[in-house]
């Protein structure tokens, strides 16, 4: 039987080469990337079966980067494997197109199952989350349309990440393909639909909503 393919994406090498040992058994990793720019790319070069992602990672983070990927390729299937024991977040990146949400604290079978369970077409959320998210999509359902944060475009988005992670705006542009008056044009923008004034207000709002570690 043909193994399923699978690519890792994680920014932190140790972590990452523990993850491998724990998946190779079973499955065939095709790919390790650590960011999520090169994560996009891989998707599209390698065309895995299963996507195995952070959260938080350089360039791009993982929920931004699902949103990319499944726009492309909308029968991509991801699972998210972070930190971040945040029922909101959890529900972020299923909105996002996400098949499975995996906690790094998680025994490692858990993984496995996720992408046992996305390879079939099914959702997997982690038993450490599962009572929680429920209450918060329950509490979403009840609650009108729009939150409390205006929303970002995905390329204000990338470039608000870009810009928390300590990069000059000569360095966004060329990251991002785009001219240097482009990348301030973004950022200007983006300040006036946060209705902030500094570059450490824009800092705050990415850590804030978790597009950079803080």
Do not use: C, W
């Amino acid at each position: 039987m043909q193994k399923t393919k699978v690519l890792l994406a994680d920014d932190h090498t140790v972590v990452a080469q523990g993850i491998q040992a724990l998946l190779k058994e079973e499955f065939e990793l095709v790919g390790l990337v650590h960011d999520g720019r090169a994560l996009l790319e891989a998707a599209v070069e390698l065309r895995p079966d299963i996507i195995v992602t952070d959260i938080s990672m350089p360039n791009l983070n993982g929920i931004d980067a699902i949103r990319q990927i499944r726009a492309r390729q909308p029968d991509a299937k991801v699972v998210v494997l972070t930190m971040h024991r945040d029922t909101e977040l959890a529900v972020e990146a299923f909105r996002a197109g996400a098949s499975g949400y995996v906690l790094k604290v998680s025994p490692g079978e858990e993984l496995i199952t996720a992408i046992r369970e996305a390879a079939r077409g099914r959702a997997y959320v982690t038993t450490l989350l599962s009572k929680d998210l429920i209450s918060v999509l329950l509490e979403a359902r009840d609650k009108p349309a729009g939150g409390s944060d205006p929303p970002l475009t995905a390329r204000q988005r990338e470039v608000l990440q870009l810009i928390a992670e300590g990069r000059t705006m000569k360095e966004v542009a060329t990251a991002l393909h785009i001219s240097p008056r482009t990348a301030e044009s973004h950022k200007y923008d983006i300040m006036q639909a946060l209705g902030v004034q500094t570059t450490a207000e824009l800092v705050q709002y990415a850590v804030r909503n978790r597009l950079v570690g803080e």
